[in-house]
């Protein structure tokens, strides 16, 4: 099953984080769903959707971090990532593009 039709639920840490972050509550989803790239992490064995959005005023990449199976997706948590931090974790193989 795609990414748009998964059922999608939110960790308690991501809502948590929503609010500390004072990020839209549906901006998770949309990440996922239209992602601009997916990776895997190396490190933690989880998934990872990137897509640059306008937060806070200028453009970012933000990070959706999910564990997802053929019918659900858990999205973990979200945090904007900082410069160099992408081709960082690329270049020592710690993301694996998917």
């Given at each position: 099953?795609?990414?748009a039709?998964?059922?999608?639920?939110y960790s308690?840490h991501?809502q948590?984080r929503l609010?500390?972050?004072?990020?839209?509550?549906?901006?998770?989803?949309?990440?996922?769903?239209?992602t601009d790239e997916?990776?895997?992490?190396?490190?933690?064995?989880l998934?990872?959707?990137?897509?640059?959005v306008?937060?806070?005023?200028?453009?970012?990449d933000?990070?959706?971090?999910?564990r997802?199976t053929?019918?659900?997706?858990l999205?973990?948590?979200?945090?904007?990532?900082?410069?160099?931090q992408k081709e960082?974790?690329?270049q020592?193989?710690?993301?694996?593009?998917?």
């Amino acid at each position: 099953m795609d990414s748009a039709k998964k059922r999608i639920r939110y960790s308690d840490h991501l809502q948590f984080r929503l609010r500390l972050r004072e990020i839209d509550a549906k901006l998770p989803e949309k990440i996922y769903r239209f992602t601009d790239e997916r990776y895997y992490d190396r490190a933690t064995g989880l998934l990872i959707a990137v897509k640059k959005v306008r937060s806070k005023g200028k453009f970012r990449d933000i990070a959706v971090t999910y564990r997802e199976t053929d019918k659900e997706a858990l999205l973990i948590t979200i945090h904007p990532l900082k410069q160099r931090q992408k081709e960082n974790r690329l270049q020592t193989n710690r993301w694996r593009k998917i």
